[in-house]
């Protein structure tokens, strides 16, 4: 059974910075794409970073050069480090994963459709 679970959210003052987490078990993938999506209250659900098993990854526009996705594939860890928060990047967020037959199959979708293992969140809140 797949889990995946999130970690290190909080509260921050707008400028600062948080390192997000997401601890995944039950599965063994070949090709695989893992995101962080985020979701704040009366909104839409959106993709905020993506990797794949290549390595790849891609970024939403809003958080382009203030985030990061990395992954530790030893640990099965997924992780978000974002710097220079911002009051808009207050949601909950969340990690999520689908296994494919290769990368291309998923490489750099932020679609949340996409993924078919979600984790419950962890909440950042942004504020002064």
């Known amino acids: 059974q797949v889990q995946l679970v999130e970690s290190g959210g909080g509260s921050v003052q707008p400028g600062g910075s948080l390192r997000l987490s997401c601890a995944a078990s039950g599965y063994t993938y070949i090709g695989y794409c893992m995101a962080w999506f985020r979701q704040a209250p009366g909104k839409e659900r959106e993709g905020v970073a993506v990797?794949?098993?290549?390595?790849?990854?891609k970024y939403a526009h809003s958080v382009q050069g203030r985030f990061t996705i990395s992954e530790d594939n030893a640990k099965k860890m997924l992780y978000l480090e974002m710097n220079t928060l911002k009051p808009e990047d207050t949601a909950m967020y969340y990690c999520?994963?689908?296994?494919?037959?290769?990368?291309?199959?998923?490489?750099?979708?932020?679609?949340?459709?996409?993924?078919?293992?979600w984790g419950q969140g962890t909440q950042v809140t942004v504020s002064s």
């Open positions: 990797i794949d098993s290549n390595g790849s990854t």
């Open positions: 999520a994963v689908v296994g494919v037959p290769a990368a291309r199959y998923c490489s750099g979708s932020l679609v949340p459709s996409t993924y078919n293992y």
